[in-house]
Nanobody
């Protein structure tokens, strides 16, 4: 059973930066990707950014150019750097591991793994 440990997040003013990180409990197979999804109040969870096994990154239109997902292979850690944050970025951010075929489309893997979530709050 893969466990995903998340860290980071917090509160920042609009225009500021935050980062969140995810460390899986074990290495993945070649067909698994890591991604970040978020849930904003009263809305469905949505895909934010995904990195695949070739380190290609995929972003939601709303965060492209502001967010960067990356991998630190030495530490087996995946990070999401969030710049130019907006109040609408506020939400619970979840790390997920799942089939690349789905995650690359920012679609949840129904049998994927999920972290407990970390809160990101952006104030005006």
């Amino acid at each position: 059973l893969v466990q995903l440990a998340e860290s980071g997040g917090g509160s920042v003013q609009s225009g500021g930066s935050l980062s969140v990180s995810c460390t899986p409990s074990e290495l993945f197979s070649s067909d698994m990707c890591i991604g970040w999804f978020r849930q904003v109040a009263d809305k469905e969870r949505e895909g934010v950014a995904v990195i695949d096994t070739d380190d290609d990154a995929f972003y939601a239109a709303s965060v492209k150019g502001r967010f960067t997902i990356s991998r630190d292979s030495a530490k087996n850690t995946f990070s999401l750097q969030m710049n130019s944050l907006k109040p609408e970025d506020t939400g619970m951010y979840y790390c997920t591991a799942g089939i690349c075929r789905l995650l690359r489309r920012l679609t949840e893997d129904p049998v994927g793994y999920w972290g407990p979530g970390t809160q990101v709050t952006v104030s005006t």
